[in-house]
């Protein structure tokens, strides 16, 4: 993730925006009755935009803007805390990661970022973040499989809309 907008009163100014942005969709997501977790996952890929647009301390700040602020304001704090340990700061890490340049490496440090989040959730924040989850879950093993099954599927997709993004943002600024 390249970084486009290098003037500091313009990257405060998206910093807010899309600090704000997130807050907004976090708040949404305590008040929805159901799809917290996708709304919550909504909320970390404005973290990306932030990392393409601003540069990856844009994308930091972005997410510990957003995130202090959910813990003061929103209702549900599980939603808050799963964005500030794994899906607000994922687009930052995966950015560092993706710098590696080898495939394999980034792979295997993916999956190590995602199981030690997984395992703080599953040891410290268990009763906030996991108590939704189906009684089979309680098996390790199947929670462990299940998870990064599902956390390949979700980087690819987010792969996927980080291109998009990042072509639009070159379309446009080509265009000027």
Known sequence: MRQRNSGSAGR?????VLAALSLVILLLAAVSPSGRMGIVAVAGL????????????????????????GLILSPDKGNVLLYLVFFGLYPMVKSLI???????????CKLAFFNVVLTFCWFVLRDVLLAGLPAVFEQLWVLYVGGNVVFLIYDYGFSKLVMFYAARIDKAIRRR
């Open 12 to 16: 405060v100014a998206l910093v807010g």
């Open 46 to 69: 404005v973290n990306a935009a932030a990392v393409i647009s601003g540069g990856l301390h844009a994308g930091f700040l972005c997410w510990a803007v957003a995130g202090i602020l």
């Open 98 to 108: 993706e710098q590696l340049r080898k495939a394999p490496l980034e792979w295997l």
